[in-house]
């Protein structure tokens, strides 16, 4: 149907500058303090783990590299049925950390730990 | 600055699998036994945690150790009086019981200093290994030099984790005082040499596999 596309591309056109409150990776620097485990961990003192917000856009634009069920969803809310909700914002890569541990028995642990720091978001 | 979470303030059962991993570890949970670690072990362990990773904790990509678990066990010592004359001779037990099955041992090494300054001489150190059979001793020779003056002798093939009778590794720290005898140097006791097991752990992630039980193995 062009005439809602066309109305749409319009907003798809002002939403091309990506709002504020679009999908974006945010910082959340956070010590194992905060969370009550410095007793055991020894190192890092504090890591950043980053977190996903925001409205994923009713076009999905190609950087948030959405799988295609994202594209159809998205279209779905907006052209079908708008109790089928929009796709979520989430991360897309992840690095690991490397954490120091004292262990129960006294001794020592360096373990990588995979998927501890969000780095890219995505829309699915 | 928030006050720490008092553990008790963590979920009874936790869902997300790294509270349940650091749960498991957390002092007062079942287990916990000795007191932390402190001293060289910790130093040598801080020291090689900052070439591994940054300030952040993330792994420096230059820098990898091969692998993404290391674990240092520490001696447990049989008391008595070490020392005879210049000779000091301390029979060493690490305990190795109860890895966990998803980590695999790459390698092992005893990290020892085989020479020490003394006020009146230096103390030179060697390890025995004490076969669990009447087999001769085998004298360990270094296999690295790592840094800072600590030596690395590969303890490998004398290890297999998971067979019953190799869970324990038992030494011998030999040193001898070199030099003029005389002053406060016969007291001078070197710190227990620590084991390091290099370690792959082929769980990528931190689910427990009875958690997840029908969940493809990551």
């Known amino acids: ?124 | 600055n928030q006050s720490p979470l008092p553990l008790g303030s963590l979920p009874a059962v936790p869902t997300l699998p790294l509270l349940q991993a650091l749960q498991m570890r957390a002092p007062g949970s079942p287990g916990w036994r000795v007191e932390p670690p402190s001293g060289q072990p910790l130093r040598y362990m801080l020291n090689l945690y900052r070439r591994a990773a940054d300030r952040e904790g993330r792994p420096r990509r230059s820098r990898s150790l091969g692998t993404n678990t290391i674990r240092l066990v520490q001696a447990s010592s049989h008391g008595g009086q070490p020392w005879a004359g210049r000779w000091y001779l301390q029979a060493l037990t690490y305990y190795l019981e109860g890895q966990p099955e998803a980590e695999h041992l790459l390698r092992a090494t005893v990290v020892y200093l085989p020479s020490l300054s003394l006020a009146h001489g230096r103390l030179l150190c060697a390890l025995e290994l004490v076969a669990a059979s009447e087999a001769p001793r085998v004298l360990l020779s270094p296999t690295a030099h790592p840094r800072h003056g600590w030596a690395e002798a590969d303890v490998t093939p004398y290890l297999v984790l998971g067979n019953s009778s190799m869970e324990i590794l038992a030494l011998r720290h030999v040193c001898v005082r070199a030099g003029r005898a005389g002053g406060h140097d016969a007291l001078v006791a070197p710190s227990h040499p620590f084991l390091l097991l290099y370690l792959n752990d082929t769980q990528a992630g931190l689910a427990p596999p009875a958690a997840e039980p029908h969940r493809h193995r990551r």
């Open chain 1, 1 to 124: 149907d062009t005439g809602t596309l066309a109305h749409d591309l319009s907003n798809y056109l002002r939403e091309q500058g990506g709002e504020k409150s679009d999908c974006s990776l945010h910082p959340f620097p956070v010590s194992f303090a905060q969370l009550g485990w410095d007793h055991w961990i020894i190192a890092p003192h504090r890591y950043d783990p980053h977190y996903c917000k925001g409205t994923c856009p009713h076009l999905l634009r190609y950087d948030y590299h959405p799988p295609n069920h994202a594209v159809v969803q998205s279209f779905v809310h907006q052209l079908v049925d708008a109790s089928v909700p929009r796709p979520s914002c989430v991360p897309y890569r992840y690095s690991p950390i490397s954490v120091l541990m004292i262990e129960p028995n006294g001794g020592i642990l360096y373990k990588e730990y995979e998927n501890m720091i969000a780095e890219s978001c995505t829309c699915r």
